[in-house]
């Protein structure tokens, strides 16, 4: 297997549906496994049968045995560890976010064009089934020409670990933005944010941020276009939701909650004698997309309705990871990798997706000045 994909998967607590995707993809050789706790790397290993098994990451960086990595580890390490993976010569795949500064996107993006390796932000949003669908949509020219767009990621973050304590809402806002830019083909350029609300002032002095939600307006680079985005961490009563709504001029499409079908809205013909258009709305169930994939990885896009743990009498309709999304970046980053090419969210796209949001809170602590998105190339 000359051109195979050798990976470790470093950071279990979140990654730990990853491996046995990459065990069946058909063009990865073999999987390695990378936690610091000891009984979870043991656990897993067993279970799936993993006889690569570190507790350092270094040992992964400097070691021949692998040509790529998939980095899920704690939000701080991310840029640090992805340029360590990238200057090992092998290449690099990394959970949300890239980054959390300016500076450090610059430098996954220069170290990914340094190095000639691959880098992917493995951002899940963009290959559930919801998005799928809406940018098969846009790109059939079904919707019609984007008019505008919102996204919303809303989350309790209480008893999660320490680091999220208070942390800046739009630095963390790529479930929410990513959507609105990959469905759009476009990016950001410029933003106008506010925070809103109150927090406790433990939460407060952790990242000196006054604010549980912000909320955003960004200018695309897309002529007369431009997308909302809210995002809420503490203090606010609504449950989990990472939702998005794009408004065409033929249809448009809003999901609103997690765990149930969108809303396609479609215009129906106009009657001279009433004011308005008329409206018809379906909420249709978007397809698993398992024709995107290899045999292999078709079983982890099925729909499954299991319950959801916070509202008994709701059902989570998902396929493996963020409905049916992981095995598309695994699919997408191996694919990358093996065609020689830059893989779909690569580090200039990830830097900007990112940058976004860091770009928005600077503008909340400057009570809603113009920032700029910087240009990563």
């Known amino acids: 297997m000359k051109d195979a994909v050798r990976i470790a998967i470093v950071g279990l607590r979140f990654g730990r549906g990853f491996p046995r995707i990459y065990l069946d993809h058909p063009d990865v050789e073999y999987v390695g496994i990378c936690d610091i706790n000891e009984a979870t790397l ?102 019609g020409r984007i008019q505008f767009m919102r996204g919303a990621h809303l989350q309790d973050m209480e008893n999660w670990p320490d680091y999220w304590k208070g942390f800046p809402p739009l630095k963390h806002i790529t479930h929410a933005m990513a959507p609105l830019l990959w469905i759009s083909d476009s990016k950001a ?7 809103t609300g ?4 433990e939460l407060v002095k952790v990242y000196n941020n006054p604010y549980p939600i912000e909320t955003a307006i960004f200018k695309l680079n897309k002529e007369k276009l431009c997308a909302e985005v809210t995002r809420n961490m503490f203090y606010m009563a609504r449950p989990y939701c990472e939702t998005f709504s794009v408004y065409g001029d033929k249809l448009s499409y809003e999901w609103q909650m997690e765990n149930e079908e969108g809303y396609l809205f479609e215009k ?78 690569d580090a200039v796209k990830a830097s900007n997706w990112t940058a976004a949001g860091i770009c928005a809170h600077e503008s909340a602590m400057k009570d809603g000045a113009e920032v700029i998105v910087p240009d990563f190339g």
Not at 198 to 201: A, S
Not at 274 to 297: D, V
């Open 189 to 195: 350029v410029k933003v106008h944010c506010f925070g």
């Open 268 to 345: 129906g013909e106009l009657d001279p004698s009433q004011r308005g258009t008329p409206m018809i709305t379906t909420r249709p169930k978007p397809p698993s997309y398992e024709n995107l994939l290899p045999a292999s990885l078709h079983k982890y896009t099925k729909y499954t309705d299991i319950p959801d743990p916070e509202n008994p009498q709701c059902t989570m309709k998902k396929g493996t990871g963020h409905h049916g999304s992981h095995p598309h970046l695994v699919h997408e980053f191996v694919r990358s990798i093996v065609e020689n090419r830059l893989p779909a969210i």
């Open 198 to 201: 109150y927090m406790r002032d």
């Open 42 to 143: 043991e656990e897993c290993g067993d279970e799936l049968k993993i006889d690569r098994r570190h507790n350092n990451i270094d040992e992964i960086i400097s070691s021949d045995e692998y040509n790529a990595v998939h980095i899920m580890t704690p939000v701080g390490s991310h840029a640090d560890l992805s340029v360590k993976v990238l200057d090992s010569g092998k290449h690099c795949a990394c959970t949300i976010p890239a980054g959390l500064s300016i500076e450090e996107l610059e430098s996954v993006t220069d170290a990914q064009k340094r190095n000639k390796k691959n880098y992917m932000m493995m951002e899940t949003a963009v290959y559930t089934y919801q998005c799928l669908f809406v940018k098969e949509l846009y790109e059939s020219g079904k919707l």
